[in-house]
C-alpha cells in the first residue's frame, strides 16, 4: 500500500447538495445533502430501496441528478481526468466479463487512466487473488468477486473510496479482512464511505453513520453518539428506519404499513 | 486517448468472442479455397465457366461476422454490467464510444481486407489459366472492389457498434444490422418505380460496387450504378457515422 500519511488531501471529500433523482413517479434520492471527510469510515445505511446504491451511481456521474450537486474533491466527477487515481468505487462485484482474467480485467481498467501493469500485480496481491490472477473471473465465488471489485476500487490508489456491500459473500475470513481493510485505508486519511446491512460489522467498523430512508437523510452521526442514545447500532438503525422500509413484512413495524396504505 | 485505445484493444483481446468471429469471417478462405476448386473442376468437364468470385460470393460471411463483433463490443459491456466500470473510469463517454469506435474499425477493416485479399489470391492461383468468369481480369481493375467490399465490412461493424450502444441488447443489434443487410434491400426495390432503384441504390450491398465503378448484379438483373463511386463512398461512411451517432447519443443521454 501507498502511504498516504504525509500525502493527505484535504480535498478528499463526497459532498451532495440538494441531490434530486427521479426515475418517473419514483423519487429514488430526495433533496440528499451531506458530507464525507477524510480519515474514517462512514457508513452508510438505509432499507433496500432507499437510495444507497442510486446515491453512489450519482456520485459517479454514471446516472444524471434530476437537480441538485455530487461532488468528489469538490468537482463533479465526470470533470475529472484521470478520476480512478482521485476516487474508487465497489459498485456490483459481478460487473465483469466472465471470459476475462482476473488480471486481464483490471489491466483493462488500468490502462484507460494510464497506470502502470505493476500496480496491477500489487492490488491483486493485496487482496489476495494473486494466485488466480490468470483464471476466467466468470468462475469466481461471490467473495472472490468482491475481493476483484475492491482490487478495481484502489488501482488507482485513490484518495476517495465508495464500496457498496462490499462484505457480501465473503466468509467470515474475508469479513475480518474487509474490516482490517478499511480501517487502515481509513487511518491513512482516505475518505471511506461504506454501505452494509451488517450493523454489527458496520459498528466495528464505521466511525460515522449516514442513515437514508426513501431516499431522505434520516440521521448523520458518529457511531458513538448513536451507540450512546440507542442499546447498539443495530437497535438504532431500526428505531430510525421504522417508517421507512419500504419492501418487507409489515407486521413487527405498524406505522411503516399505515404510511404505505395511506399514501 | 492512447490508453483508452490500449484499453479497448486489451477488451477485444481478451474475449473469446472475438477469436469467433474472426474466424467465422476468415473461413471465407477456406470457403473460397472449396469453391474455386468446385468450379475449376467444372471448366475441366466444359472447358469454361461463369462462376461468380469467391471474395464477393462470400462477402456477407464476413461482413456478418464481423458486424457481430461490433455489436458485442458494446452489448457485452451492458450485459455484464461492466459498462459502469468502464464510464467510471472514462466518465467522458465521447471518449470512451471513439474509442471503441477506432479499435472495432481498425480491426474488422485489417480481419477483413486480410480475408478477402488471400481469398482473391488463393482463388486465382487455383484457378490458374482455366477461365472460370472471375479470373479474367488484371488485379489492379479488380483491387477497388477488393477495397471497396473490405470498407463495407468496417463500416458494417460500427454499424453494429453504433446500434448495440443504441439498443444495449445484443439480439436486438445484431437483427438490425442484418435487416440493413439483407432484408431492407429486398424490400426497396418493390417501392414503385423508379424509387426502387434509386433507394436500392443506396443500399449497402449495392453501395459496394459502385463505390468500385463497376457493373453489377441487383435484383438478378446487371446493371451499371446510378451513383458516381465518390458519393457511393459518401453513402456508405454516413451509415457508420450516423450508427456511432446514434450509439453515442444514447449512451451519453441515458443512465448507465
Known sequence: MWNR?????????????????????????????????????????????????TTMRLLLGLDRPTSGTAHVNGRPYTSLTKPMREVGALLDANALHPGRSAYNHLLCLARTNDLPSQRVAEVLELVGLAGVARKRAGGF???????????????????VLMFDEPVNGLDPDGVRWIRGLMRTLAAEGRTILLSSHLMSEMALTADRIVILGRGRLITESSVA???????????AYLSLTAGDVEYGSAAPSAPAFDDRITR | MRGVLASEWLKLRTVSSTGYAIGAATAMIALGAVWSFYVGGLADERGSVRAAAPEAGFLPLVQVSLAVLGVLAATSEHATGTIRLSLSAVPKRGVLILAKTGVVAALTLAVSLGAILTTYAVSRVIAG?????FNGTAFANDLPGLLASALSVAVLALVGLGLGFATRSTAAGIVSVVS????????????????????SSFMIPDLVPQMAGVRFRSGGAWQDGMLPPWIALLAMLAYAAVAVGVGYWSLKRRDA
Do not use: C
Open chain 1, 5 to 53: 500519511l504525509e500525502a493527505t488531501n484535504l480535498m478528499d471529500v463526497i459532498e451532495l447538495n440538494e441531490l434530486t433523482k427521479r426515475y418517473g413517479d419514483t423519487l429514488a434520492v430526495d433533496r440528499l445533502s451531506f458530507r464525507v471527510e477524510p480519515g474514517h469510515v462512514t457508513g452508510f445505511l438505509g432499507p433496500n430501496g432507499a437510495g444507497k446504491s
Open chain 1, 141 to 159: 465465488s461471490l467473495g472472490m468477486k468482491q475481493r476483484l471489485g475492491i482490487a478495481a476500487a484502489l488501482l488507482g490508489d485513490p484518495g
Open chain 1, 225 to 235: 453518539e448513536l451507540t450512546s442514545r440507542f442499546a447498539s447500532l443495530e437497535e
Open chain 2, 129 to 133: 489459366d482455366r477461365s472460370l468468369g
Open chain 2, 180 to 199: 440493413l443487410l439483407f432484408v431492407l434491400p429486398g424490400v426497396v426495390r418493390y417501392l414503385p418505380s423508379p424509387w426502387g432503384q434509386r433507394v
